[in-house]
């Protein structure tokens, strides 16, 4: 069971963004920018390309109100994403508000954020889903 599995399951806590059958969205715990949300689908493929197709040709369709929400609650020239899937065996897409192609640079410190902060975040964003 991955680490996104148990984060899915509660067995370990998250600052949730949105959920349906087939996925969860949540703050990234170690976030390049704040408004840094991964979506996971809720079956567990180690490869993104891997996913059933159902999954491939809904994930977006989910992402695309996070998107539009994340540029909203934070200033930004637009909401990036990326697939790397170095990090955890579960397939995952990342959704961060951008100002240019370095804000996804995934070699580049992580933020210290707070619980508070993420609390913040969290509420930022679902403020402007929907």
Do not use: W
Not at 2 to 22: H, L, R, V, W
Not at 60 to 75: C, D, G, R, S, T
């Amino acid at each position: 069971m991955t680490i996104f599995s148990k984060i899915i399951a509660g067995e370990i806590p998250s600052y949730k963004i949105a959920e349906n059958d087939y996925f969860f969205a949540f703050l990234d715990i170690f976030p390049l920018v704040k408004g840094h949300v991964l979506i996971v689908p809720k079956t567990e493929t180690d490869c993104f390309f891997d996913l059933d197709k159902n999954y491939l040709s809904q994930i977006l369709v989910f992402a695309q109100p996070i998107a539009k929400a994340i540029e909203k609650a934070f200033p930004c020239n637009r909401c990036g994403m990326s697939v790397i899937g170095l990090e955890v065996p579960h397939a995952h897409l990342h959704l961060a508000p951008i100002n240019s192609a370095d804000d996804l640079n995934f070699n580049r410190p992580k933020l210290t954020v707070t619980p508070a902060e993420f609390k913040e975040v969290q509420e930022a964003i679902l403020a402007q889903i929907f």
